[in-house]
């Protein structure tokens, strides 16, 4: 009953009364959890109906704190409905990948959700999402075929048919990535030129532990042991970026060599690229990306610099 008034309060008055779901009506703020397509399409139509924006926070699940800051970006956007996504995509793992081994912690997931005040999360299952298995797909072009791409050719497209997927099905105006997968962000962003689409992309920093480990789902592979040599990389990211008034050749050296220094960590790459992952600038923003094996568990990180400038340069950055 309370759900219902919250819902007519919100203008909403037909949610709840005739969406035909087992799970009880909608109440803003609730985390409410829905699994099937038919039934978040229609609170989100209703939600655009009275103009209200929905805003998209796309997730695998094993929720840290890292995709809470998403979703206290979503909900900084005036009016939005928050709607959380969590599915564990398998066509973005290929053979071989951790697909199966992948943390699901959905119970978990949506307190989290709950506690943070978010309005919808969007869980089904891989037989909702695709019925017919994959058939078409939405492929990247060449940015999906460098660094991550090289490594695993077969993801970005699975990542950008599920991302579409999502868009179509929550109607969303707003979408909210982590810069933690930042080619995942340029890829993205992209298609959404690329193909028309009416969704505004919003990336946002990567949430790290104090001792500079990027918070990622995957950290929960790590041995104690493997979490000290992992750190190698934020450490080799941060120098890189220390040095960036050096120029290309001193970024790299500097990070490669920390990198190096750790015999047990398999490097994929390490890559200074421009902002949008093409040449990098003499002068101006950079990426600089990384990519390594850490025992069994695979790790990316990245980091903004100011290429042949340097942090301390920066007009404000170093002061006082
Ligand atoms: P995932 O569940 O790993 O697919 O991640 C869902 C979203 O959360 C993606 O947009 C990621 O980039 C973002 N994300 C994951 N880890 C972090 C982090 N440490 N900081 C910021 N965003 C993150």
Known sequence: MGNTQSAKQDSTPE??????????????????????IEEIG???RAMRKVGRPVALVPTMGALHEGHL??????QRMPRAVVVVSIFVNPLQFAEGEDLDAYPRTLEADVEK??????????????????PNGP???VQPGAIGAILEGAFRPTHFAGVLTVVNKLFQITHCDHAYFGEKDYQQLMVIQQMVNDLNMGVTVHGVPIVRQQDGLALSSRNQYLSEADRELALTLS???????FVAEGGAEKVLSTARQIIESVPEIELDYLELRGADLGEPPEMG????????????????DNVNLPLGIGFKNIEGEGEG
């Open 235 to 241: 450490a080799a990211l941060t120098a890189g970026a």
């Open 135 to 137: 058939r078409t797909t």
């Open 69 to 74: 800051s998403l979703v206290k970006a979503a």
């Open 15 to 36: 949610l709840g009364a005739d969406r035909g779901s087992d799970q009880g009506s909608f109440t803003p703020g609730q985390a409410t959890v829905f699994n099937t």
């Open 285 to 300: 923003d950079a990426r600089l990306l990384v990519a390594a094996r850490v025992g069994s568990t695979r790790l990316i």
């Open 113 to 130: 959700l709950h506690a943070a005040s978010v309005d919808a999360v969007f869980a089904p299952n891989a037989r909702e999402m695709y």
């Open 42 to 44: 229609t609170l989100t």
